[in-house]
């Protein structure tokens, strides 16, 4: 019996890197599509909690589906109700990257690790993009990590495999696949003031670029060395050392 995999992303169901997805994923599984109606990138996990969802029907590369006007939040939480026997979800192809702590601004990831805590092993796949567009080998890498870790991904709780693949002309250019841990970041956020006649202040966010520090074993390495890169991420953010640290304080 063939599983079921729910496909999703944060680009749109329109988007070439979940057509990506589903055509490679439909010759392994039955594929489910649920995705946003249009762009929701940095929505991160927000979930449309005040207003009704307006979903219709699509077609994607031949699976059937829904497009929903919501987040990539929404439409796992929709998803995972509407399909309740779903087996795995995965979240992208994400036209760019989501390495380091970007993950916490990912509505793909976000999208992960929704499934990751209705108990439902995700992963979350993305393109660090360099002028290839090479979707169709992003998603073969997503379907290969698929199959060699999903025995993992089902025997642990709330596990997401967050995915990034350097965007490569062909696979000869890859150099493999490590398990890598979250680096930092390149950049922190700025602001901008536009002038205005009004009186009114108005503000932009803007990117200020800072010295990269590519760790051992960090995700920015890996892809760096045109590896793909593949870190295990849980919903749960506790931090169990400190947390014995500042047990072992309130005990003296």
């Known amino acids: 019996m ?13 988007s070439p890197g979940i057509r990506a997805l589903v055509r490679a994923f439909r010759k392994e599984a039955e594929v489910i599509l ?4 249009e762009e929701r990138s940095c929505s991160s996990h927000s979930i449309t909690a005040r207003n009704p969802l307006r979903v219709r029907e699509v077609e994607v590369e031949g699976v059937r589906g829904y497009a929903v006007d919501g987040t990539p939040a929404d439409t796992v939480i929709l998803g995972l109700n509407l399909f309740p026997d779903i087996d795995f979800v995965v979240s992208g192809i994400n036209r760019g990257p989501n390495l380091g702590f970007d993950v916490f601004y990912s509505g793909t990831v976000a999208a992960s690790l929704e499934a990751a805590m209705s108990g439902i092993p995700a992963l979350a ?3 660090v993009l360099n002028g290839h567009e090479n979707y169709d080998l992003a998603a073969e890498i997503a379907v290969e990590v698929w199959k060699t870790f999903r025995d993992i991904l089902r025997g642990e709780r709330n596990l997401v495999l967050n995915v990034n693949v350097p965007d490569v002309p062909d696979r000869e250019f890859l150099r493999g696949l490590r398990i890598t841990e979250l680096g930092d970041r390149f950049y922190v956020t700025g602001v901008r003031e536009i002038a205005q ?34 870190t295990p991420l849980r919903p749960n953010l506790t931090d169990y050392l400190v947390r014995r640290r500042l047990v072992g304080i309130l005990a003296r």
Do not use: Y
């Open 2 to 14: 063939m599983e079921r995999v729910l496909i999703t992303n944060d680009d749109g169901f329109e």
């Open 34 to 37: 649920v995705a946003p109606r």
């Open 125 to 127: 796949v993305s393109l």
């Open 197 to 230: 006649s009004n009186g009114e202040r108005v503000f932009v966010f803007e990117e200020v670029q800072r010295d990269p520090l590519f760790l051992e074993n960090s995700d920015f390495e890996a892809v760096r060395e045109n590896r793909v890169s593949v």
